[in-house]
């Protein structure tokens, strides 16, 4: 197992477990469902599509800000 595939487990696990952590989802407004859901699925689509840190946390910025701006 590579550092590279390491990684990307370790974020899908981590992603996995802090969405299962919001017990209080129910709650939550639709727009900020919106917001965390578009950056969770761009942290993923930057870390496999360019791989490494900062595309990672730029898929995720980029990600909750398109989530945001589409449930206004």
Known sequence: MTIRS?????????LAASMSGCAT???ISPNA????GGAAIGAVAGAVIFGGAVATVG?????GLVGDLLTH
Request: no cysteine; proline share 0%.
């Open 6 to 14: 390491l990684s990307r487990m370790s974020l899908i696990v981590l």
């Open 25 to 27: 989802w129910d709650s």
């Open 33 to 36: 469902r919106a917001t965390i």
């Open 59 to 63: 898929g995720a910025a980029v990600g």
